[in-house]
C-alpha cells in the first residue's frame, strides 16, 4: 500500500513536469512565429514601408535601452530573492527584455541576416526544454555550454567572410561566457551545488564533463578561428560527436 501511494506521487511528479515542459515548448512556438512575423513585417514589408521603418527605428533604441532593461531586471531579481519574495515576475520579464534585445540587436545591425540567425534559437531553446526537464541538471548545463560552441561555430562558417567583426565579438563573448560557466561550477562544488541558500545542482554533482565540455568547447572554436571556414565544418561535427557522447552517458545514468 505504501509503494503504491509512492508511485502515484511519483507518476503525479512526472505528469506535472511533463505538463510544464509541454508549456516551454509552447512558448518556443510562440516566439518562433513571433520572430516569422516580424520578418514578414520589417524584411519583406507586409504592412507597407512605414511600420517597417517605424521597427527600424524600435530596433535601434532597443538595442541599447534592452540591454540596461535586462541589467535592472536582474537585479531586481537578485533583490527580491534576498527578501524571500517570488521571482517568476522579475525574472519573465527580463527574459522577455533579453530577448528582444538579442532581436534588436541583430535585426538592426544585419537586417534580414540577424532575422535568419535569431530564428535558430527557438529551435535550440526547445531541445535546451527537453533536455532539461528529462536529464540531469549537469547535462543540461552541459547542453547549454555547447549549444553557444555549436551556434559559434555555424556563424562562422556562414557569415564569417561577410560580417568578420560580428562573428569575432561573438566568439569574444562565448570565451568570457566559457570561462564564466567554470568559475561558476567551481563555486557550485565548493558549496555543495548551493548559491546563496538555493539549491542549483545535487550535492553529489560531479563537473569533471562540464569542465572537459569548456575545454573541448573552447578549443573547437580556437582552432575555428586559426584554421579558417572550411575546418569549422569539421570542428562542428566534431562539438556534436562530443554532445551525443555526452548523451548517451547521461541516458545510461537514468536507468
Given amino acids: 500500500m505504501f509503494d503504491k501511494g509512492k508511485r502515484e506521487q511519483r507518476h503525479e511528479k512526472e ?87 538579442v532581436l534588436s540587436l541583430f535585426t538592426y545591425q544585419l537586417f534580414d541576416v540577424g532575422l535568419n540567425i535569431v530564428m535558430l534559437l527557438p529551435a535550440v531553446a526547445a531541445v535546451l526544454i527537453v533536455i532539461f526537464f528529462l ?45 564564466a560557466a567554470l568559475a561558476f561550477t567551481f563555486v557550485l562544488r565548493g558549496r555543495d551545488g548551493k548559491l546563496g541558500g538555493v539549491r542549483v545542482m545535487p550535492a553529489d554533482t560531479s563537473y569533471v564533463i562540464t569542465w572537459i565540455t569548456c575545454g573541448v568547447t573552447a578549443l573547437t572554436m580556437a582552432l575555428a578561428l586559426a584554421l579558417g571556414v572550411t575546418a569549422g565544418l569539421y570542428l562542428l561535427f566534431a562539438l556534436v560527436g562530443w554532445v551525443f557522447i555526452q548523451a548517451v552517458f547521461f541516458t545510461v545514468k537514468l536507468m
Fill in 135 to 179: 536529464y540531469q541538471r549537469v547535462f543540461f548545463l552541459n547542453a547549454l555550454l555547447c549549444a553557444g560552441g555549436l551556434l559559434a561555430l555555424w556563424l562562422h562558417r556562414q557569415y564569417y567572410e561577410a560580417h568578420h567583426t560580428m562573428v569575432t565579438a561573438l566568439f569574444i563573448a562565448g570565451f568570457v561566457a566559457l570561462a
Fill in 15 to 101: 505528469d506535472a513536469a511533463f505538463n510544464k515542459m509541454l508549456l516551454w515548448l509552447a512558448g518556443a512556438v510562440v516566439v518562433e512565429l513571433i520572430i516569422l512575423l516580424v520578418k514578414q513585417v520589417y524584411v519583406n514589408m507586409l504592412l507597407g514601408p512605414g511600420v517597417a521603418t517605424v521597427l527600424m527605428y524600435f530596433f535601434q533604441v532597443f538595442s541599447i535601452l534592452g540591454v540596461v532593461l535586462a541589467a535592472g531586471g536582474i537585479a531586481w531579481a537578485v533583490l527580491w530573492n534576498k527578501k524571500g519574495k517570488p521571482v517568476v515576475l522579475p525574472c519573465a520579464l527580463t527574459a522577455a527584455a533579453a530577448g528582444l534585445w
